[in-house]
Each structure stands twice: as structure tokens, then as C-alpha cells.
């Protein structure tokens, strides 16, 4: 088996300078000039949870397969992190992505340039920074024998959406409609990739959606994206001017393309090997946390998401999340200085 990376992307989003680039980038893509009577209304995607650290700690005592670990920021470093780990790579924005597309504010540009970053391996597991590895994984819940692990599950768009992230999607399946159909699937490899055991009871969501001829749309499951560079190549390759201009977006759009459309692009070509759907689960915070301080706790699923979400009480929220990542990750990792 090749050499395994990890990419994970982050961004100080309370950095008082990044935040005023960022207004003054986004007001000027609005025709504002006169920025003294804008405010932002929406503080609480500011605050840090500062959970950052265990991150770097599961990855340490749960992934001790990993060959190395790319933090991607735009310049960013958080004082507590040891740049000196043998592990561990520091990459700016500047290092990879085209200068013209530079400052972006879109994880879109960020991640669909990730196959230029020097030295990345091959094969390599894409990651956000609030999704925690909580229990032993090992590089075959990622990788097996060079062919990138998912799980194809259809799920159909809500034709009544009308938020940007459904119309990427739309885009995003318009475009593998474009070049795959489900007939290049023989009945073999249905069996295999479509209706596996892993799959559990979402096998039968998968049987109602396979009688269409075309692409209805995947289930996101918000897990660490495995991929192959040379799944950005093809894509690339095949739709050049489409992710070029997303990639010249500075700001997310409604005619985007999202890096999801990668991850697709795999599973449609059948470059992939089918995964558990048990592997990880998805949260977001609210004002009742109690579901998610029990799976960190019980350390099970072993992959976690914990999303950003209203909180009322954003100080006892926050502390009761570190009691629960502390009782599991009480040590610093090599990671820390």
C-alpha cells in the first residue's frame, strides 16, 4: 500500500486582520465603497471552540499510519502548534493555488488546487478541521490497495432548495451526468458497490434510485474525503473552464462546482471501494449537546463531525465539549509545543 497524507485546511476566522480583508474584499465584489456603517451580524461564526488540539491528537493516537500532515492556511498558525514535527508540513495559500485567484475566502479554490501542493502523496485523506478521528482507524478505513474507501449511497436534490449549496450540487451532478451514466455499472459490480451489506438499510433508498437511468445525486455523509491526485487531473481535464471559474470566485457562488464533485467523480468511474456508512457521524451544536458529548465519550463512531451551530450559551457549551475531548485525549500530542 502507498504512502497515506492527511490535508486538513484551517482558518483563524477570529483574526482580526483576515476578517477585515475579508469584509473588505467581499463589499467591494458588492459595489461598497463606504464600509464605516457596515457591521457583521453573524459574530457567533467567530468564536473558537479551540478544539484544534484534538484534532491533532486523535490524529497522533488514532492514525499513527499517517505519512505526513499538511495544515493549509492562508499564513495563519495557531501559537500553540510545534512546526517542528517531523510530521507535519505548513502550507500557505501562496505555496499552491494560482496567483490570480489569491486572497480566496472559498474552501472551493482551497481544496480543488490540493493536488498542487509539492511533495503530497498520491493518495491522501482530505479532512476538515471539526472532524475528529476518536478510535483507532487504521489506513485500509481510507485506502485499500491504492483505490480511495467510500460509501455510494443516491440521494435525490430538493428541487425546492434554493440555498447555493443545493445548486452546486445540482452542478455538481450535472456535470458527472455529463460523463457517466449508471449503465456503466455491470450487475456485478451493482451488487457490489451499490448494494453491499455496508451500506445497512440505506441499500433500499439505493434500489429505488437506481431505476432511474441518470444521477439523481449522492448522500454527503460530511466524512474525511479520501482521493487520488489524479482524480483532480481528470476533472480538471475535463472541465477546465467550469472549475476554473469557480476557482476565480473569491466568495462561494450558486454556479460553482464543489470539491464534492471529486469524490463523485471517483465513485462514478468506479474507482473506489465500498465503505461502512458506520464509520463516522455528523453533529451540530446547539443548545442540547448531550448526544454529542456521549459519542465522544463512548469514542464511537470513530470518525466525528461537531459543526459550528447556534448556542446560546457559547462559554458552557464550549467547556462541557473539552471536558468530554479531555476525558479521551488528556495529553498533549508531539503536535504541541
Not at 486582520?17 to 457567533?44: F, N, P
Not at 479551540?50 to 491533532?56: A, P, R, S
Request: glycine share 4%; net charge neutral.
Amino acid at each position: 500500500m502507498g504512502k497515506t497524507d492527511i490535508v486538513v485546511c484551517w482558518v483563524d476566522d477570529k483574526d482580526k486582520e483576515w476578517r477585515s480583508q475579508k469584509k473588505k474584499y467581499k463589499l467591494a465584489e458588492e459595489g461598497i465603497t463606504d464600509t464605516s456603517g457596515v457591521t457583521d451580524d453573524s459574530d457567533y461564526r467567530y468564536r473558537d471552540w479551540d478544539l484544534l488540539k484534538f484534532w491533532f491528537r486523535g490524529i497522533e493516537k488514532y492514525a499513527p499510519w499517517v505519512n505526513k500532515v499538511f495544515f493549509v492556511t492562508c499564513g495563519q498558525k495557531p501559537e500553540w502548534l510545534n512546526t517542528e514535527h517531523p510530521k507535519l508540513r505548513m502550507v500557505n495559500h501562496e505555496d499552491y493555488i494560482p496567483h490570480e485567484w489569491l486572497p480566496t475566502f472559498s474552501s472551493r479554490t482551497i481544496f480543488y488546487n490540493v493536488h498542487r501542493i509539492p511533495d503530497l502523496s498520491e493518495q491522501h485523506v482530505l479532512f476538515d478541521d471539526d472532524t475528529f478521528i476518536v478510535n483507532t482507524t487504521s489506513e485500509s478505513d481510507f485506502f485499500v490497495d491504492g483505490r480511495p474507501c467510500d460509501s455510494m449511497v443516491f440521494n435525490p436534490i430538493n428541487a425546492t432548495s434554493q440555498d447555493i449549496i443545493s445548486s452546486n450540487i445540482f452542478n455538481n451532478v450535472s456535470v458527472i451526468n455529463k460523463h457517466f451514466s449508471k449503465s456503466d455499472f455491470s450487475k456485478a459490480e451493482r451488487r457490489k458497490m451499490w448494494y453491499t451489506p455496508k451500506y445497512g438499510k440505506l441499500v433500499i433508498k439505493n434500489r429505488m434510485l437506481s431505476r432511474w437511468g441518470f444521477y439523481l445525486g449522492f448522500q454527503d455523509f460530511h466524512f474525511p474525503v479520501s482521493i487520488l491526485k489524479e482524480t483532480y487531473k481528470k476533472v480538471w481535464a475535463a472541465e477546465n473552464e467550469l472549475v476554473s471559474e469557480t476557482c476565480s470566485h473569491r466568495f462561494r457562488k450558486s454556479t460553482d462546482v464543489t470539491p464534492w464533485l471529486m469524490r463523485y467523480w471517483q465513485m462514478a468511474e468506479k474507482n473506489f471501494e465500498p465503505r461502512s456508512v458506520k464509520i463516522g457521524r455528523y453533529f451540530e451544536m446547539s443548545d442540547d449537546n448531550g448526544t454529542i458529548l456521549d459519542a465522544i465519550r463512548k469514542q464511537s463512531p470513530k470518525l466525528l463531525c461537531i459543526n459550528e451551530g447556534k448556542v446560546t450559551d457559547f462559554e458552557k457549551e464550549k467547556s462541557r465539549i473539552h471536558e468530554a475531548f479531555l476525558s479521551i485525549f488528556p495529553d498533549k500530542s508531539g503536535f504541541e509545543l
